[in-house]
């Protein structure tokens, strides 16, 4: 038997005072997105099987994939391709899970970031880019409004 390919993953654990169906949306909805997430928008039916992708304001597609589980508001997993960027786009796909646990007056956020390769340029650009987002995606939904610099897309990206 052959060993399988170790992998780069990212895991990120948050505490939101919320409830799961707020953050649920929070994650999936355009008008919530684009406020924490670089005025970036998601665009899916939302169901398993089917397509998703993240568009930059400019109109270009920024990551896309398939959502492989979708229980609202649990769980989400999805594959996860970046689109802009060469060297990131030929490591393939990704995958990424959302899941969510009420607890008490919070909603535990663990979101697990994963790419079989070694390496993954990709892993490494999401470790500097998912702190950021959840923390403001956090602050939107705690305190009404997302932390200074995280609605606008970055210049010369």
């Not at 400019?58 to 649990?74: A, L, N, Y």
């Not at 008490?104 to 956020?109: C, E, I």
């Not at 650009?125 to 009404?144: D, M, N, Q, R, Y």
Request: zero cysteines.
């Amino acid at each position: 038997m052959t060993p399988a390919a170790p992998n780069s993953k990212f895991v990120y654990v948050t505490y939101i005072r919320t409830s799961p169906e707020k953050l649920w949306a929070a994650l999936i909805e355009p008008e919530f997105t684009r406020k924490y997430w670089g005025n970036t928008h998601q665009v899916s039916e939302w169901k398993r099987g089917a397509d998703w992708k993240i568009m930059i304001p400019d109109g270009r597609t920024g990551d896309s994939g398939k959502i492989v589980e979708f229980d609202p508001p649990r769980r989400m997993v999805l594959t996860w391709r970046n689109e802009f960027v060469p060297d990131m786009k030929a490591e393939g796909h990704s995958t990424l899970i959302y899941e969510l646990e009420k607890m008490n007056d919070t909603v535990k956020l663990t979101l697990i970031h994963e790419m079989p390769v070694e390496g993954s340029k990709l892993i490494g650009a999401v470790s500097e880019g998912w702190p950021h987002i959840l923390a403001s995606l956090k602050t939107l939904l705690e305190t009404g409004a997302p932390l200074p610099g995280t609605s606008d897309w970055p210049e010369g990206h």
